[in-house]
């Protein structure tokens, strides 16, 4: 924003007004990065939507800096950059902000113990970044097919070396992963519990939206009686992570 309107807008004095020809392009020259979300907004599931290309390219051909910011936690940024290709976009992983990333580099700042384990509620985008990371992680995907029999003197074994539970859009969700993360929070002394993002729905297909990570954190939340650190959008460690890079 140039002088005049960062002075209105902190002094409350400024209200929203429709866009035309001119103010458009007042507006467009006073910002210099463009951040945009994906599910919903590039694309819905594997279908992008119209105009897209074309408003990439032309704020590309501006000098624009663009960045992708998406709490979808399903990918890393290696595997969105594929996503993007795939779709005819040309987008770079250092482009990309991802959720699974975030929680990666949550632990990372936070000097989280390099023997230490995490176990993942959420799939493969989390477990690659936490891998890109330094990070063990187990769980995950791997956790997706097994159950629970609630039989007389049944035992959930669990590592006694995790030291953080990350929680993301899981769509291999179960009793049996809820259990785990559940037993690592309540009785490993100091295990973070760490949620992607909260939230409610996602585009996750091209034609409905589909319960998102918040469904899954929620379920952690009660089980637990515990509130997460949120490293995904809105929160405070995503925007002041991506305003250092």
Same mark, same amino acid.
């Given at each position: 924003?140039?002088?005049?309107?960062?002075?209105?807008?902190?002094?409350?004095?400024?209200?929203?007004?429709?866009?035309?020809?001119?103010?458009?392009?007042?507006?467009?020259?006073?910002?210099?990065?463009?951040?945009?979300?994906?599910?919903?907004?590039?694309?819905?599931?594997?279908?992008?939507?119209?105009?897209?290309? #074309?408003?990439?390219?032309?704020? $590309?051909?501006? %000098?624009?800096?663009?960045?992708?910011?998406?709490?979808?936690?399903?990918?890393? $940024? /290696?595997?969105?950059?594929? /996503?993007?290709?795939?779709?005819?976009?040309?987008?770079?992983?250092?482009?990309?902000?991802?959720?699974?990333?975030?929680?990666?580099?949550?632990?990372?700042?936070?000097?989280?113990?390099?023997?230490?384990?995490?176990?993942?509620?959420?799939?493969? %985008?989390?477990?690659? #970044?936490?891998?890109?990371?330094?990070?063990?992680?187990?769980?995950?995907?791997?956790?997706?097919?097994?159950?629970?029999?609630?039989?007389?003197?049944?035992?959930?074994?669990?590592?006694?070396?995790?030291?953080?539970?990350?929680?993301?859009?899981?769509?291999?969700?179960?009793?049996?992963?809820?259990?785990?993360?559940?037993?690592?929070?309540?009785?490993?002394? %100091?295990?973070?519990?760490?949620?992607?993002? $909260?939230?409610?729905?996602?585009?996750?297909?091209?034609?409905?939206?589909?319960?998102?990570? %918040?469904?899954?954190?929620?379920?952690?939340?009660?089980?637990?009686?515990?509130?997460?650190?949120?490293?995904?959008?809105?929160?405070?460690?995503?925007?002041?992570?991506?305003?250092?890079?």
């Amino acid at each position: 924003m140039d002088g005049e309107i960062s002075k209105q807008r902190s002094e409350g004095n400024i209200s929203s007004q429709p866009l035309n020809p001119q103010n458009t392009r007042n507006l467009i020259d006073s910002v210099d990065a463009f951040l945009f979300d994906c599910d919903g907004v590039i694309w819905k599931g594997d279908s992008l939507i119209d105009g897209v290309p #074309e408003t990439l390219e032309t704020l $590309r051909s501006m %000098g624009k800096k663009l960045v992708f910011v998406t709490n979808n936690s399903r990918k890393s $940024r /290696k595997q969105y950059a594929k /996503k993007f290709n795939s779709l005819g976009i040309s987008v770079s992983e250092d482009e990309i902000f991802s959720s699974s990333y975030a929680a990666a580099m949550y632990l990372k700042v936070n000097d989280f113990p390099k023997e230490k384990k995490v176990y993942v509620i959420g799939e493969e %985008g989390i477990c690659e #970044e936490l891998a890109l990371a330094g990070f063990t992680s187990i769980g995950g995907t791997e956790d997706g097919k097994k159950t629970i029999n609630l039989r007389p003197n049944f035992l959930v074994e669990h590592d006694k070396s995790v030291g953080a539970v990350v929680v993301g859009l899981d769509q291999y969700i179960n009793y049996y992963k809820l259990q785990y993360g559940t037993l690592c929070i309540r009785e490993n002394p %100091g295990c973070l519990f760490i949620a992607t993002n $909260r939230d409610a729905v996602g585009h996750m297909t091209n034609l409905q939206e589909w319960p998102g990570a %918040g469904c899954m954190v929620a379920a952690i939340c009660g089980s637990t009686q515990k509130e997460p650190i949120v490293v995904g959008k809105p929160s405070t460690f995503l925007m002041e992570f991506l305003l250092q890079k």
